[in-house]
């Protein structure tokens, strides 16, 4: 492992002796191969590990897609379910359609739908009918 700070090689210290950071802290090096990289940088260009924790990645996807897509879905097409389709869950997908066919609700069903993607409450059950 390499300091971020000032790419010192670390190995399992919590702590750089160089310049006294701690492990995982700064953003100019890689912590994986020590080399310079962009402060911005979400990946190193060298080696290819990623800056960003798995659990921010995973709090960014619902089912392998993007919340923010799938909350998109839901507003503009979800009342003929297009988002439970494309998430996997076609049983959820042909009821709002019969329920926007049949009584005109499915849009409603679909932004409490997009609310839950977005405040990260939405639970994936391909099973599932309504909720």
Known sequence: MYCRNCGENIGLKHECSNCHTLAGDGNQYCPHCGSK???WASKCPHCNTSFI??????????????????????????????????????????????????????????????VLIIIGRYEYNPEGYLW
Do not use: Q, Y
């Not at 960014?60 to 979800?78: I, P």
């Not at 494309?86 to 049983?91: D, L, N, S, T």
């Not at 997908?93 to 009584?103: F, P, V």
């Open 37 to 39: 990289v962009s402060a």
């Open 53 to 114: 924790a798995e659990e921010v990645l995973e709090a960014r996807e619902l089912n392998g897609h993007s919340k923010l897509g799938m909350a998109l879905l839901a507003f503009f097409l979800g009342g003929w379910g297009i988002h439970c389709f494309v998430m996997g869950e076609p049983k959820k997908g042909m009821l709002r359609i019969i329920l926007t066919l049949a009584c005109g609700i499915g849009s409603i069903v679909a932004l409490i739908d997009m």
